[in-house]
Nanobody
Framework: QVQLVESGGGLVQAGGSLRLSCAAS????????MAWFRQAPGEEREFIAG????????IAADSVKGRFTISRDNAKNTVYLQMDSLKPEDTAVYYC?????????????????WGQGTQVTVSS
């Protein structure tokens, strides 16, 4: 059993920053890729960013490149999403996900474990 718990969401003005955290427990955290997804009201869940098992490689959606940064601290079993230059269209519930494969992918089906989500609201 794997548990993922997100934190750090909230309300922020456009142009501001937030850092999301995802604490993992229940398995060897450092063995698999991690990712962040988000889902806005009425929209499908979409990939945001992913990081490989060691933290040496990351991928990101075009919509957030240059604004969002994913990182991980395997000693703390935690993955982060630093979000800068936030826009109202970034408003969504953000989910952390864990895969058993080592390399990150933007395909949701490869992620076996999911957190409960944290709300991010960006006001204009």
């Amino acid at each position: 059993q794997v548990q993922l718990v997100e934190s750090g969401g909230g309300l922020v003005q456009a142009g501001g920053s937030l850092r999301l955290s995802c604490a993992a427990s229940g398995r060897t955290f450092s063995s698999g890729a991690m990712a962040w997804f988000r889902q806005a009201p009425g929209e499908e869940r979409e990939f945001i960013a992913g990081i490989n098992w060691s933290g040496s490689s990351t991928i990101a959606a075009d919509s957030v490149k240059g604004r969002f940064t994913i990182s991980r601290d395997n000693a703390k079993n935690t993955v982060y999403l630093q979000m800068d230059s936030l826009k109202p269209e970034d408003t969504a519930v953000y989910y952390c996900a864990a895969a058993t494969r080592r390399e990150a992918t933007n395909i949701q089906g490869f992620y076996k474990y999911w957190g409960q989500g944290t709300q991010v609201t960006v006001s204009s």
